[in-house]
C-alpha cells in the first residue's frame, strides 16, 4: 500500500492542458554522482 501524501500541494509538477510549452523528464547524462572538479591553485 502506498503511503497518503499529507498537504495541499501538487503532487507533480505536469504542464497544465492550456498552457503553450510542453515539459518531459529525459536522461542528458548528468548526475549528481559525478567526480568534483579539481580545486585550482
Known sequence: ???????????????????ADRREAYDDGWTDQDEAAAPLP
Do not use: D, L, V, W
Open 1 to 19: 500500500m502506498s503511503k497518503a501524501i499529507n498537504g495541499r500541494g501538487a503532487r507533480s509538477n505536469a504542464s497544465g492542458r492550456y498552457e
